[in-house]
């Protein structure tokens, strides 16, 4: 009897880790912030989550300004969000936050390079399985994204790819035919990953600039 409780035992724990919520850290934090931040010196790490700040009803108000709902293990209220303040000694420079997302042929994890004030400065792909892999992960793709900010993506509709506005997120070019899921779920994954940024680090200063549909 005392084996039959330790086998039930062992087979709930492996079912926790199993559907536990997916987080997103940079694989070498120390030499991926000096490579990304050229010239810090040094960072901070917050970990946070929907469920700690606010639960159902925070997670409802971020699924409105992203336009879609969250699902799968990536986007669960638990998921565990790393965000890296990154410092010139005691000067804040900026941010990076990554976050994961359902890919075509896999997970993908889309990272963040932001300045204080929440624009990007740079887009780093550090997981992606995909047909057109060598494509997106140019500098020339992710430079597209060089000095857009939440307010644009606010009138990005992720689920139909359309654009109501100055067109600047759609004049970002898929660098291949092959890799339209993944190109949609890059810039999902953007839409996000600031929506998320806005809520945890910059005490929501694009809210103003949301217009539910």
């Given at each position: 009897m005392k084996q039959i409780f330790?086998?039930?035992?062992?087979?709930?724990?492996?079912?926790?880790?199993?559907?536990?919520?997916?987080?997103?850290?940079?694989?070498?934090?120390?030499?991926?912030?000096?490579?990304?931040?050229?010239?810090?010196?040094?960072?901070?790490?917050?970990?946070?989550?929907i469920s700690q700040k606010g639960g159902d009803s925070l997670l409802v108000k971020i699924e409105q300004r992203l336009g879609d709902k969250f699902q799968g293990l990536f986007e669960t209220g638990d998921v565990p969000y790393t965000m890296y303040?990154?410092?010139?000694?005691?000067?804040?420079?900026?941010?990076?936050?990554?976050?994961?997302?359902?890919?075509?042929y896999g997970g993908i994890q889309v990272f963040l390079v932001l300045d204080t004030a929440g624009v990007i400065k740079t887009l780093y792909f550090q997981k992606l399985t995909s047909k057109a892999a060598s494509n997106l992960r140019r500098p020339s793709?992710?430079?597209?994204?060089?000095?857009l900010t939440l307010q644009d993506f606010y009138k990005y509709d992720v689920v139909s790819g359309k654009e109501n506005g100055a067109d600047r997120i759609t004049a970002i070019k898929n660098p291949s035919?092959?890799?339209a899921s993944d190109f949609m779920a890059a810039l999902r994954a953007v839409k996000k990953n600031l929506i998320l940024v806005d809520e945890f680090l910059l005490g929501n200063r694009y809210?103003?600039?949301y217009r539910p549909n």
């Amino acid at each position: 009897m005392k084996q039959i409780f330790l086998t039930i035992l062992a087979v709930l724990a492996l079912g926790t880790s199993l559907f536990a919520a997916v987080g997103c850290d940079l694989n070498d934090p120390d030499k991926d912030v000096k490579r990304l931040f050229p010239g810090s010196t040094g960072y901070k790490t917050e970990y946070v989550s929907i469920s700690q700040k606010g639960g159902d009803s925070l997670l409802v108000k971020i699924e409105q300004r992203l336009g879609d709902k969250f699902q799968g293990l990536f986007e669960t209220g638990d998921v565990p969000y790393t965000m890296y303040r990154v410092f010139r000694k005691k000067e804040l420079l900026g941010y990076i936050h990554g976050v994961n997302q359902k890919g075509q042929y896999g997970g993908i994890q889309v990272f963040l390079v932001l300045d204080t004030a929440g624009v990007i400065k740079t887009l780093y792909f550090q997981k992606l399985t995909s047909k057109a892999a060598s494509n997106l992960r140019r500098p020339s793709f992710g430079k597209q994204f060089a000095g857009l900010t939440l307010q644009d993506f606010y009138k990005y509709d992720v689920v139909s790819g359309k654009e109501n506005g100055a067109d600047r997120i759609t004049a970002i070019k898929n660098p291949s035919a092959e890799a339209a899921s993944d190109f949609m779920a890059a810039l999902r994954a953007v839409k996000k990953n600031l929506i998320l940024v806005d809520e945890f680090l910059l005490g929501n200063r694009y809210l103003k600039y949301y217009r539910p549909n």
